[in-house]
């Protein structure tokens, strides 16, 4: 007959296994935050995938059942590119960079996790700088100027042309271009990027649209900047390689009311309405002799307030992008204004509109990373209503 069992050690019945009064008595009887254990050091605990190191020293352990492959000496896994081995770093015997002097201790000269800064700055050599001769130009769809001989005839590929004649003395190494059109009736149906980067000869082009169909009838703003058919947009024309592309759309202001009259001279007490379209920022890293350079072009809203949040919000994209980073367009801003919304460093100053009487900078190229090798300058050209503006710049030492 078994024998009846005392109830006398527990005070009542568990109601689960891990719900047993004696277990959540001992639970409370224990120091908050850590349960004292025998025969167990302080030191680093692994909980699942994760290493806690209360002393901000952790041990890499070795999953079980994996074979030693290399020794545990060198680098770890983490440390590579692709998660990868690395080969140990070897300590040189003596100075291995130019204008550098020995280490008397014979410590390595480069760190493991800064060979992906070394390799990206591998053409940038000491002594070495080569200048970046930057322009930026409005086309307004290559209209003849106020005060050209061509003045009051419509656009075609010979005011396109001419126009590129006068910036060949330049000699631009990258070209930002605003309101170009591709295939508008108003302009000859010209692919005005395409031939723009011919007579300059700067093989790296592309074209962003920020709408497409007519210019001057109905026009959408597409879903993609790069669209087949009429579109209307911006550029960016290399000399260099271009490692990538990126295009960002930005958000237009809406229907609006502005002061003034409209194409066809219409207004209602000083104002006309007025839709505010999309605009687009077209970026490129470029491989120059410098390195790497990320340079953008864009063309912002003519209302300010619209204008700053789309400048902000291109600021916000560019940093993701490699430096040192160039942006230049019409920014149909101030340079106070567009100091205070980038901070960047304004690498040409110069008045840009009206081209025919310039009073105000509208035009602008920025820069991060890098500074104004010389001073910048405004060119009047046959067409637009606003001057083109250069600049030379170098990466920041």
Do not use: K
């Not at 271009?242 to 001279?265: E, F, K, N, P």
């Not at 910048?376 to 606003?386: M, N, V, W, Y």
């Amino acid at each position: 007959m078994a024998r009846r069992a005392r109830r006398v050690r527990v005070p009542r019945a568990a109601r689960g296994r891990h719900r047993a009064s004696l277990h959540r008595q001992a639970a409370r009887r224990g120091p908050c935050g850590r349960v004292q254990l025998s025969r167990l050091r302080c030191r680093a605990v692994p909980v699942g995938h994760e290493v806690r190191g209360p002393l901000r020293l952790a041990q890499l352990l070795r999953p079980q059942g994996e074979r030693r492959r290399r020794p545990d000496r060198g680098p770890l896994a983490r440390d590579g590119a692709h998660r990868g081995p690395l080969r140990r770093l070897r300590v040189p015997p003596g100075s291995r960079l130019r204008r550098r002097a020995a280490d008397a201790h014979r410590r390595p000269v480069l760190h493991e996790l800064r060979l992906s800064d070394v390799r990206g700055a591998a053409g940038r050599r000491a002594g070495t700088v080569t200048a970046l001769r930057l322009l930026t130009v409005n086309l307004q769809h290559a209209l003849p100027a106020v005060g050209s001989p061509r003045v009051g005839q419509p656009a075609d590929g010979v005011s396109l042309t001419e126009a590129a004649a006068e910036l060949r003395p330049v000699d631009a190494d990258i070209v930002l271009v605003q309101e170009v059109d591709r295939h508008q009736p108003r302009s000859g149906r010209v692919d005005q990027a395409a031939l723009l980067a011919r007579e300059l000869d700067l093989p790296h082009h592309r074209f962003a649209a920020s709408l497409a169909g007519s210019a001057t009838g109905l026009a959408r703003r597409p879903r993609r900047s790069s669209v087949g058919g009429p579109a209307y947009g911006v550029a960016l024309l290399s000399r260099y390689p271009v490692r990538s592309w990126h295009a960002l759309r930005l958000r237009g202001g809406g229907a609006r009311l502005r002061r003034g009259a409209d194409m066809l001279g219409w207004s209602l007490g000083g104002w006309f309405p007025q839709v505010d379209a999309g605009r687009v920022c077209l970026a490129a890293v470029v491989e120059t002799p410098g390195g790497p350079t990320t340079v953008a072009v864009t063309h912002l809203s003519v209302f300010p307030d619209v204008a700053r949040r789309q400048l902000a919000r291109c600021v916000r994209a560019l940093a993701v992008l490699p430096g040192p980073r160039v942006l230049g367009g019409d920014l149909n801003l101030a340079p106070a204004a567009v100091e205070e919304v980038t901070g960047w460093t304004a690498l040409a100053v110069a008045p840009t509109f009206t081209n025919a009487r310039p009073r105000t900078q509208l035009d602008h190229l920025l820069g991060d990373g890098v500074r104004p090798a010389g001073t910048g300058r405004a060119h009047h050209l046959t067409i637009s209503d606003h001057a083109a503006l250069s600049a030379e710049v170098v990466p920041v030492p």
